[in-house]
C-alpha cells in the first residue's frame, strides 16, 4: 500500500479552526474566551468536524493578537483560566474531538520573562536566548519585517547599546534556536501540552526559525525575496528532527507547519514520513495567487485565471501521491474570507460560492481546513474606515502609506480586499444583538449582513441552508474513502470556468465538477470512459444538467458524481 493512503486520524479528520477572541463571549467584555468554545461544544460537534484547533489562548500582550506570547505555560485572563481550559479539553475528549492548541515559537514577546532579562545586560544567562547585534560592529544587514512601520527587522535598544531581531512586530523579538538551552525550553514546553491532553500543534512560521546567525546581505540568489531566504535556514530540517526525536515521536498527535516560503521541490524534506519531522504544513503558493509578485499584502490588478488556481493544487497534489501528506485551505485567521476571495459574495451568487467551496475541500486529497463562520459562509466585512481596523498589520501598513504621502483612498480599498481583520469579525450565532456573539460591543465590528440569514440560527431550521449542506458534504466524505484516499486527476485543465476531476480508489470513482464561473458553463469528458453519472449531491439540483459525456452547470455550482 502507498504511504499517502495509510490510514491514520489526521489524515481522515476534518480540522475546524477557531479563533478565540471573535468566537463567544460569555462575559460581557466584548472578546470570545474559553468558556464560549466550551457553550459551542455541541454545536461544533453536529459539524461533523474532528478536530478543533484553538489559535492562541497563552499569556500575551497581544501586540498580535495573542502571537506575542509572554507565558507559554498560562492562559490570558481575558480568555479565561487553565481550569477553563482544562474543562474545554474534558468536554472535547467526552465528544471525541481533537485538540491542536498554537506553538508560537519563533519568536515570543517582548514582555516574556526571557526577553526582559535578555535586554537586561550583555552577560545576562538569556542573552542568547535571542539575536542580537551590537551597536559598535554597526548597522546591521538589511532584514525584512512584516509588521514594522520601517519594514526594518533590527530594533535598537538602549539599554546595551544593541540591535534585536523581529522578523515581525517589535514587540515580537525572534528567539535564537541557535542556543540549545532555547530548543530544550521548547521541547519542555511541548510536553507540558501533550501531557495534558492536546493532540498536536500548528506551528507558527515554523519554517523561519533558523537563522545563518553570521548575518551576511541577503544573498543575491534571493532577488529581494526575503520571504525565501527566512525559510532556508541551514539547520531548519535539523530542528524539526530534533523536535521529533525529542518530543513529537513520544505522543500520538498531529503536525502542521505554517511554512511561507516552501515550494514544491522542498516539500518532502518537511512531511516524508521516513525523514520523521512533520505530518503536514500550510504552503502559501495559492494565498499568493490573487497578490502582486512578492507583495504579500498587496492585491494584483488583474483577476486570477481559474486554470492558475488547477495548477497550483494539481502540483501540490503530485508532490504527496506517494510519500507524505498534504493540507488544503482556502481562508484561516490571517487570510480573508473564501467566499469573498474564491467565490462571489454578491447576494446572487453567495449561497452556491459557499457551498462549491465546501465542497471543493471536502473531495480534494488532504486534511481539509475549515474557519469558523466558513460553514455559514460569512463574508469580507470591507472596512471603509481605518478606524475600524484592529490588526497590526493593516494599521501600520496605513502609517506607511501616509508616511510616504501615498494614496490612502487606494490602500484602503485593497484591504477591503486583503485585511486580515475581514477574517477576523466575530462569529455570527443568531439575529439578536451582536449576532449572538456578545451583549456589550465586540472588540471588532460584527458584519451586518448576519441580519439577511448568514448566522447560524436562521441557516439550522432550513434543510438547504449553506450550513445543513456543510454538514451533508462531510458526511459524504466520510462515507466514501475514495474522496479521502484516492488518487486524484485532473481533467481540461484548460477550462476557464468549470474545475473538473476525478477522485479514484480501487473500484470507485467519483466526479467532481465545480463552476467558478458567473455565467452557465458547459464541458464535454470525451477523456473519461463511464457508462452513467450518477449524482451523489449538488448545491443546485434544479439546475443540474447533462447528458452522456455533457454536463451544463448553473453559476457556482457543484456536482459530485460517482460513476463507478
Known amino acids: 500500500m502507498q504511504q499517502a493512503t495509510d490510514q491514520n486520524w489526521w489524515k481522515e ?19 470570545g474566551d474559553l468558556q464560549g468554545v466550551i457553550r459551542r461544544l455541541d454545536y461544533i460537534k453536529s459539524l461533523g468536524v474532528d478536530i478543533i484547533w484553538l489559535n492562541p489562548v497563552y499569556v500575551s500582550p497581544n501586540d498580535d493578537n495573542g502571537y506575542d506570547i509572554a507565558d507559554y505555560r498560562n492562559i490570558m485572563p481575558e480568555f479565561g483560566t487553565m481550569t477553563d481550559f482544562e474543562e474545554l479539553l474534558t468536554g472535547m475528549k467526552q465528544r471525541g474531538l ?61 539599554t546595551t547599546d544593541a540591535y534585536y531581531l523581529h522578523y515581525f512586530s517589535v514587540k515580537q523579538p525572534d528567539l535564537n534556536w541557535e542556543n540549545p538551552k532555547v ?54 530540517h535539523d530542528y524539526l528532527h530534533e523536535l521529533h ?56 490588478k488583474d483577476s486570477w485565471k481559474l486554470p492558475e488556481f488547477k495548477k497550483i493544487h494539481s502540483e501540490w497534489d503530485q508532490v504527496f501521491a506517494r510519500k507524505g501528506w498534504g493540507s488544503i485551505y482556502l481562508n484561516n485567521h490571517d487570510f480573508p474570507r473564501s467566499v469573498s476571495r474564491w467565490g462571489n459574495d454578491s447576494v446572487v451568487n453567495w449561497y452556491n460560492s459557499a457551498t462549491m467551496l465546501q465542497t471543493f475541500l471536502l473531495t480534494m486529497r488532504g486534511t481539509p481546513y475549515f474557519y469558523y463562520g466558513e460553514e455559514i459562509g460569512m463574508t469580507n466585512i470591507k472596512f471603509d474606515s481605518i478606524a475600524d481596523y484592529q490588526d497590526i498589520n493593516t494599521v501600520n501598513r496605513y502609517k506607511i502609506v501616509q508616511n510616504e504621502g501615498g494614496d490612502l483612498a487606494a490602500f484602503i480599498e485593497n484591504e477591503k480586499a486583503a485585511s486580515r481583520d475581514n477574517a477576523r469579525t466575530p462569529m455570527q450565532w443568531d439575529e439578536s444583538t451582536n449576532a449572538g456573539f456578545s451583549l456589550e460591543r465586540p472588540w471588532l465590528q460584527v458584519n451586518e449582513n448576519y441580519k439577511e440569514g448568514i448566522n447560524v440560527a436562521d441557516q439550522e431550521e432550513d434543510h438547504n441552508s449553506v450550513l445543513n449542506y456543510f454538514r451533508k458534504m462531510i458526511a459524504i466524505r466520510k462515507a466514501h474513502p475514495v474522496l479521502i484516499h484516492g488518487s486524484y486527476r485532473l481533467l481540461q485543465e484548460n477550462h476557464e470556468h468549470i474545475y473538473a476531476y476525478t477522485r479514484t480508489l480501487d473500484e470507485h470513482l467519483f466526479l467532481i465538477l465545480l463552476s467558478f464561473s458567473n455565467n452557465r458553463s458547459s464541458i464535454t469528458l470525451n477523456e473519461l470512459d463511464f457508462e452513467e453519472a450518477k449524482l451523489v449531491i449538488s448545491n443546485d439540483v434544479e439546475a443540474e444538467k447533462h447528458q452522456g459525456k455533457s454536463f451544463e452547470l448553473a453559476p457556482y455550482q457543484a456536482c459530485v458524481y460517482r460513476l463507478l
Open 98 to 158: 481533537k485538540l491542536v492548541m498554537d506553538l508560537v515559537v519563533n519568536h515570543t514577546s517582548d514582555e516574556h520573562a526571557w526577553f526582559e532579562a535578555s535586554r537586561a545586560s550583555r552577560d545576562n544567562p538569556y542573552r542568547d536566548y535571542y539575536h542580537w547585534w551590537p551597536a559598535e560592529k554597526g548597522t546591521p544587514p538589511k532584514r525584512w519585517s512584516y509588521f514594522d512601520v520601517d519594514g526594518n527587522a533590527w530594533k535598537y535598544d538602549e
Open 183 to 236: 530548543r530544550k525550553e521548547i521541547h519542555d514546553i511541548m510536553k507540558f501540552w501533550f501531557d495534558k491532553g492536546v493532540d498536536g500543534f500548528r506551528m507558527d512560521v515554523i519554517s523561519f526559525i533558523s537563522k545563518d546567525t553570521d548575518f551576511p546581505e541577503l544573498p543575491q540568489k534571493y532577488g529581494g525575496d526575503f520571504v525565501s531566504f527566512y525559510s532556508d535556514g541551514p539547520k531548519l
Open 13 to 31: 479528520g476534518i480540522v475546524y479552526q477557531i479563533y478565540p477572541r471573535s468566537f463567544q463571549d460569555t462575559t460581557g467584555n466584548g472578546v
Open 245 to 300: 526525536t525529542e518530543v513529537l515521536g513520544k505522543y500520538d498527535v498531529m503536525t502542521v507547519g505554517e511554512a511561507p516560503g516552501i515550494g514544491l521541490d522542498k516539500a518532502l524534506d518537511f512531511v516524508d514520513a521516513e525523514r520523521k519531522e512533520l505530518n503536514m504544513f500550510f504552503h502559501f503558493d495559492l494565498m499568493a495567487l490573487d497578490r502582486e509578485e512578492n507583495e504579500v499584502f498587496l492585491m494584483r
